[in-house]
């Protein structure tokens, strides 16, 4: 694992493939002009400022529960890291991404939104693959205790 895998881990390739499929979903977008979420502004606006401080928020826990400098050096199981296996990219999944698709009123935004939740699973397959293999057994066991970006409520001990 080298240094920029350490730190960044697969968040830039995963980035840049959300961001190419919003592109194209922006320039379909005018296929879908019916299907628009809401007329109020003002919910759109309020629902996308309080999604994004939540993940603003979960941002920063996420990087004070593990600060650069420890990523792939060790294991971290506490802070943000307890409750999910990567909650910086839980938060952009689960509250920017929603958050921005009803700003952006269309529901064609809602369905790319879902679509980047089979996308990232398999993005940080091969992130946790090299996890696995530097802390074999206490990722392993981390991995059953952990949602990958939500909560586990089924936690097998």
Known sequence: MNTYQKIFGTGPRGL?????????????????????????????????????????????????????????????????FKYFRHPLYGAFLSFFNFGLAVFLNNWIYIFWAILQHPLWHWNVKEEEKLMHNIFPLEYEEYCRKTGRFFLNFNKKT
Not at 43 to 48: K, Q
Not at 51 to 71: C, F, G, H, N, Q
């Open 16 to 80: 840049l493939i959300s961001l190419i499929m919003l592109a194209v979903f922006i320039y379909g977008e005018e296929y879908f002009a019916d299907f628009q979420i809401t007329e109020y502004d003002f919910f759109r606006t309020i629902f996308f400022y309080a999604l994004s401080v939540i993940t603003i928020v979960i941002i920063i826990w996420s990087v004070k529960s593990l600060p650069p400098a420890d990523r792939g050096n060790k294991l971290v199981i506490n802070g943000a």
